[in-house]
């Protein structure tokens, strides 16, 4: 065991905790009746503070197991400390992909059953727990395989539950068929806001893929200009020479913090005019790769660099298809704050599952990364915390940094299911997190 400052991927809010490395479900289990406090963290990818545990016991490096042979109907169990970009390293080259991914691969399978992570196929696949079929979970009061159908309350407060239930150590997933790793895009950019909008709203459902970059710093008329992408997997014949290539290692890194301040309002605004300028009006039947097309940045390691010292905020929300002007209203006003807004991608949400605290809900995504250090910025935050809560929305926890607790139980209406489930399988309250503590994500320790 070590002690060790650790980061969110914003590296906004360290903390110190013990950090270990369990071997075994055994080790896992000793160390949730030893520790009064624990959390599993997997590559350090959420935003905030979700897998930290200040004064406490981290368990990373959870790599229990490996990779199943995957069977013909695309059925793989793998070790929740195996990577997306680890499975797809194997899957690939056989005629497999992930049936959800975020826009990194650098998530484990644990890490992504935590967030209930979602993809630009969510209108039409949802999100990562609708495809897990069984996971082993070591929690306070045992080791599990539960499903959908077995322990069903356990499950779906798992799926989305940000570690607080217990530590997944294996996952068993149905994966999705290719014939190569090529995507056929159809990109269109868009003068405003609300054309594309109605755009994604019209025809999205035609597409298994769909994403859009918005201009957050554009004000007036093209308030909102975007770059629509949509796409979906190619088949053999719809490219000269199909391949199935596994991901390729990234080729660039920043070595270094970049001075503070680089990314600022001036300069995000001429970034924002070269790259909607630099995509077609309109092009369709593109072929990309998979990485290109899921993962740009992971192609950049250590961006999150880029930011500085003070690192930077991820503020992803959702709203119901009723509350679309709330993502207008959200752009306008960062637009008129004058907060720099590097990367903000909208996406439509389809329906919901049924995980307790998991983020997606039918209707619009809109996700925005914000450097620390406008002082602007907190009030922004905080309006844009108003507007979603007046529109019936929700904050994504796995990207959060600074939300309080007040405004958690009306954006999570089943948290009070979540607790009684946690409380049944955790009565002492040891799987914890400096996310659980900050926003009373914790249930009722037994005396």
């Given at each position: 065991?070590?002690?060790?400052?650790?980061?969110?991927?914003?590296?906004?809010?360290?903390?110190?905790?013990?950090?270990?490395?369990?071997?075994s479900e055994v080790e896992v289990a000793a160390e949730l009746a030893?520790?009064?406090?624990?959390?599993?963290?997997?590559?350090?990818?959420?935003?905030?503070?979700?897998?930290?545990?200040?004064?406490?016991?981290?368990?990373?490096?959870?790599?229990?197991?490996?990779?199943?042979?995957?069977?013909?109907?695309?059925?793989?169990?793998?070790?929740?400390?195996?990577?997306?970009?680890?499975?797809?390293?194997f899957a690939i080259p056989q005629g497999w992909f992930v049936p959800?991914?975020?826009?990194?691969?650098?998530?484990?399978?644990?890490?992504?059953?935590?967030?209930?992570?979602?993809?630009?196929?969510?209108?039409?696949?949802?999100?990562?727990?609708?495809?897990?079929?069984?996971?082993?979970?070591?929690?306070?009061?045992?080791?599990?395989?539960?499903?959908?159908?077995?322990?069903?309350?356990?499950?779906?407060?798992?799926?989305?539950?940000?570690?607080?239930?217990?530590?997944?150590?294996?996952?068993?997933?149905?994966?999705?068929?290719?014939?190569?790793?090529?995507?056929?895009?159809?990109?269109?950019?868009?003068?405003?806001?609300?054309?594309?909008?109605?755009?994604?709203?019209?025809?999205?459902?035609?597409?298994?893929?769909?994403?859009?970059?918005?201009?957050?710093?554009?004000?007036?008329?093209?308030?909102?200009?975007?770059?629509?992408?949509?796409?979906?997997?190619?088949?053999?014949?719809?490219?000269?020479?199909?391949?199935?290539?596994?991901?390729?290692?990234?080729?660039?890194?920043?070595?270094?913090?970049?001075?503070?301040?680089?990314?600022?309002?001036?300069?995000?605004?001429?970034?924002?005019?070269?790259?909607?300028?630099?995509?077609?009006?309109?092009?369709?039947?593109?072929?990309?790769?998979?990485?290109?097309?899921?993962?740009?940045?992971?192609?950049?390691?250590?961006?999150?660099?880029?930011?500085?010292?003070?690192?930077?905020?991820?503020?992803?929300?959702?709203?119901?298809?009723?509350?679309?002007?709330?993502?207008?209203?959200?752009?306008?006003?960062?637009?008129?704050?004058?907060?720099?807004?590097?990367?903000?991608?909208?996406?439509?949400?389809?329906?919901?599952?049924?995980?307790?605290?998991?983020?997606?809900?039918?209707?619009?995504?809109?996700?925005?990364?914000?450097?620390?250090?406008?002082?602007?910025?907190?009030?922004?935050?905080?309006?844009?915390?108003?507007?979603?809560?007046?529109?019936?929305?929700?904050?994504?926890?796995?990207?959060?940094?600074?939300?309080?607790?007040?405004?958690?139980?009306?954006?999570?209406?089943?948290?009070?299911?979540?607790?009684?489930?946690?409380?049944?399988?955790?009565?002492?309250?040891?799987?914890?997190?400096?996310?659980?503590?900050?926003?009373?994500?914790?249930?009722?320790?037994?005396?």
């Amino acid at each position: 065991m070590t002690r060790a400052t650790l980061y969110g991927w914003g590296r906004t809010t360290p903390s110190i905790a013990e950090v270990l490395a369990p071997a075994s479900e055994v080790e896992v289990a000793a160390e949730l009746a030893r520790s009064r406090g624990v959390i599993a963290r997997g590559l350090g990818r959420s935003y905030g503070d979700a897998a930290q545990l200040s004064g406490g016991v981290v368990l990373s490096n959870l790599d229990l197991g490996g990779i199943s042979a995957i069977g013909p109907e695309g059925v793989v169990t793998v070790g929740a400390g195996i990577s997306i970009d680890e499975l797809l390293a194997f899957a690939i080259p056989q005629g497999w992909f992930v049936p959800v991914t975020p826009g990194t691969r650098q998530v484990t399978l644990g890490g992504a059953i935590a967030a209930d992570v979602h993809g630009k196929n969510h209108h039409l696949d949802g999100s990562f727990g609708n495809h897990v079929l069984e996971m082993r979970i070591v929690t306070p009061s045992g080791a599990f395989t539960i499903s959908p159908q077995k322990d069903a309350e356990l499950f779906w407060a798992t799926i989305g539950g940000m570690g607080l239930t217990g530590v997944v150590t294996s996952v068993t997933l149905r994966m999705l068929r290719i014939e190569t790793d090529q995507v056929i895009v159809d990109t269109e950019r868009f003068p405003d806001l609300e054309g594309v909008m109605n755009e994604m709203s019209r025809r999205d459902a035609e597409y298994r893929y769909s994403v859009a970059w918005v201009d957050c710093m554009t004000r007036g008329a093209h308030m909102g200009r975007a770059i629509l992408t949509r796409g979906r997997h190619a088949a053999a014949n719809d490219v000269d020479a199909p391949t199935l290539k596994a991901p390729a290692k990234p080729r660039l890194f920043v070595p270094f913090n970049a001075p503070s301040g680089l990314l600022n309002s001036l300069s995000v605004k001429v970034f924002n005019e070269l790259w909607f300028r630099s995509a077609p009006k309109h092009q369709e039947n593109e072929p990309q790769s998979l990485s290109s097309f899921f993962h740009p940045l992971d192609g950049v390691r250590d961006w999150n660099r880029l930011y500085g010292r003070r690192g930077f905020v991820q503020y992803q929300l959702s709203v119901p298809d009723s509350a679309g002007e709330t993502v207008t209203s959200a752009i306008r006003r960062l637009s008129s704050s004058g907060v720099p807004s590097f990367l903000a991608v909208l996406k439509r949400f389809g329906p919901a599952n049924p995980g307790m605290l998991s983020f997606p809900m039918p209707g619009w995504t809109l996700a925005l990364d914000l450097p620390v250090g406008p002082d602007a910025l907190p009030q922004v935050l905080d309006d844009l915390d108003e507007l979603v809560l007046s529109a019936g929305g929700r904050i994504y926890f796995a990207k959060d940094a600074r939300l309080s607790p007040d405004k958690v139980r009306a954006m999570y209406p089943d948290l009070d299911k979540f607790l009684e489930v946690k409380n049944r399988v955790d009565p002492e309250q040891r799987l914890m997190s400096d996310l659980a503590r900050r926003l009373d994500l914790v249930g009722r320790q037994r005396r």
